[in-house]
Structures are given as structure tokens and as C-alpha cells.
């Protein structure tokens, strides 16, 4: 099984509110990442937890704050944010973020935001 | 810069016809992947490379390669309706811990 899950599908919030996006992967893996992803192009890292810790923070704003409660699990608190912010929001797992040969990520469905 | 260069960026074709996408790189990979994407949907892990010349086929997908790791391609027999998306290649490096390195990615579209 290599399946990661995220919730919710869609996410339409103002610029006032705070809402959370949620990932879960139950193939042990223990590195968790935060990808935002405009159309056409490329996914950019946002955030890498490995065994729950963060382990990079790739100069997000502080609109957007990640959290790691357990191995299987990884939010995304939003608050804030801009129109511009409006993207699809992917989260992936991988094994193990030491060499673990070959290196692999699975992705999410994504979380597709609207910022109005 | 990008570390990978992923071309063409746009390819349109007729079903039943092949294609080709190519991802280069002037740094050395210790493995390379390749994803699909639809619209709205997140990256589908198709293949890993890990070995320089390394020939890897599903189905209709062959995927290739370098010999020096630096680069790789993507082939597609026959193309049909059900391959329209967006193809990204993404590579991990030794002096790039936790993260892959995309392409900027290529958008395939196969008409019937």
C-alpha cells in the first residue's frame, strides 16, 4: 500500500480565517513533507519532517504553520493568507529521509485552496 | 536555475503515435524518479532509476538512464488518451539531503 491521504479535497477560506489541512500515510515512513504546487509547474518544498522533527523550513511565511503530532500524521495550519497562496496543496512521505536507497516519495491527492 | 532540465515543456500528439521526454542535468543523481500528474490530482510515482544505464519498462513507458546518472528519458509507444498529463522527472543528489530536485516538468496531450 502506498497511499497517502489528505483532507480536505477542496478548500475555499477569506483572508481572515484559520483552517487546517490534514495528511495521514500509514507506510511507516517517517519523513513528511508540505509541497505547494501552482498549475503547470513543478511541486515547490515547503517543509520536510523527519521522525517528527522539522527539518526544513524552505523561508515559508508564518501564515503557514506545519505540525508533525505523530509519525503517521502531518497538518498544515493556515492562517491569513493571501489571494496568491491559492494553489494545490501536496503532501508526500517517504521511508526514510537517510539514504534509504532508492529514494522515493508517494504524494497525496493534494488539497486544491482558494483564498477569496 | 534549475538542477533539472526537462524538455520539451508542451508535446501534443495523436494517439498510436510515439514520444519522447528528456530530462537533463550536468550533476550526477543517485536516483532518479518519474511521475504523472492529471489535473487536480498529485504526482503517481511511475519508475525509480538507480543504476547508470539502467533500462526500465512498464508497458508502454520505457524509461532510460545515463550511463554518468546525469540524465534520463522517458518514451512512450503507441500513446493513448489515457497518457494525457503532466510528466515530471525528479532527482535526489547526495549533497541534497531530504529533497528531490524537479524538472520543470512536461505537459503531454494525446488526442483520439
Known amino acids: 500500500d502506498t497511499e497517502v491521504t489528505q483532507t480536505p479535497k477542496h478548500l475555499v477560506m477569506g483572508m481572515t480565517n484559520k483552517k487546517s489541512l490534514k495528511c495521514e500515510q500509514h507506510m511507516g515512513h517517517r519523513a513528511m513533507y508540505w509541497y505547494k504546487q501552482k498549475a503547470k509547474k513543478p511541486p515547490e518544498l515547503m517543509f520536510v519532517?523527519?521522525?517528527?522533527?522539522?527539518?526544513i523550513n524552505e523561508s515559508v511565511p508564518s501564515r503557514f504553520s506545519p505540525e508533525c503530532p505523530n509519525s503517521s500524521l502531518l497538518n498544515l495550519h493556515l492562517h491569513a493568507l493571501q489571494p496568491e497562496d491559492s494553489a494545490l496543496y501536496l503532501c508526500?512521505?517517504?521511508?526514510?529521509?537517510?539514504?534509504?536507497?532508492?529514494?522515493?516519495?508517494?504524494f497525496g491527492p493534494g488539497t486544491r485552496l482558494t483564498v477569496t | 536555475t534549475q538542477l533539472l532540465e526537462q524538455s520539451p515543456q508542451f508535446l501534443s500528439i495523436q494517439e498510436g503515435e510515439n514520444l519522447t521526454v528528456y530530462c537533463n542535468s550536468s550533476?550526477?543523481?543517485?536516483?532518479l524518479q518519474w511521475y504523472r500528474q492529471e489535473p487536480g490530482e498529485g504526482p503517481v510515482l511511475l519508475v525509480t532509476v538507480v543504476t547508470g544505464g539502467e533500462v526500465k519498462k512498464l508497458k508502454r513507458l520505457t524509461f532510460q538512464f545515463g550511463d554518468a546518472r546525469k540524465d534520463s528519458s522517458l518514451h512512450i509507444t503507441a500513446a493513448q488518451p489515457g497518457d494525457t498529463g503532466l510528466y515530471l522527472c525528479?532527482?535526489?543528489?547526495?549533497?541534497?539531503?531530504?529533497?528531490?530536485?524537479f524538472g520543470a516538468g512536461t505537459t503531454v496531450t494525446v488526442r483520439a
Open positions: 519532517y523527519s521522525y517528527e522533527k522539522l527539518s
Open positions: 525528479a532527482g535526489e543528489t547526495r549533497s541534497n539531503d531530504y529533497k528531490l530536485s
Open positions: 508526500a512521505s517517504s521511508q526514510d529521509s537517510r539514504r534509504t536507497v532508492p529514494y522515493e516519495q508517494y
Open positions: 550533476s550526477v543523481f543517485s536516483s
